[in-house]
């Protein structure tokens, strides 16, 4: 079985090019998206963009999705349900990212929906989370 494109790049969150972010692979394989030395880092990616979200009041489950997935290329109403069902919250409800439950469960939502599943240890997920200053 061959692994998804975004656990392939140790991108799960299936970042785009664009950024240069810390622990970027010297050699991108991928054209277009990121490939990172190792899950920690694209994990540290998706929390920096949450953490940024926070910042410009992107701080719904419809709110984050709608921005992270846009209707142009996914199923975003459905990609919002599935993180509301992971958060025990309905669409319109303000989180606090950095709240590290939160940003936990909010992380393992979008790598499942991103790759279809969901395959790394709470340790490295949250070793990806402290990278980014989530503690």
Known sequence: MTL??????????NIRHG????????????SSFCVFIAPEY?????????????????NTPEK?????????????????LSVCQVLDVRPRDVIDVCEPVIMLNLVKAI??????????????LTHGMELAGVK
């Open 111 to 124: 790598i499942r929906h991103e790759n279809g599943m969901q395959p790394y240890s709470n340790e490295t």
């Open 42 to 58: 694209g994990i540290r990616a998706i929390c920096k963009i949450l953490i940024n979200y926070k910042k410009q009041n992107i």
């Open 64 to 80: 984050i999705i709608s921005r992270w997935a846009p209707p142009s290329e996914n199923n975003t109403n459905s990609y919002i």
């Open 4 to 13: 998804p494109r975004g656990i392939r790049n140790h991108n799960p969150g």
């Open 19 to 30: 950024d240069k972010w810390q622990g970027l692979a010297d050699e991108q394989t991928d």
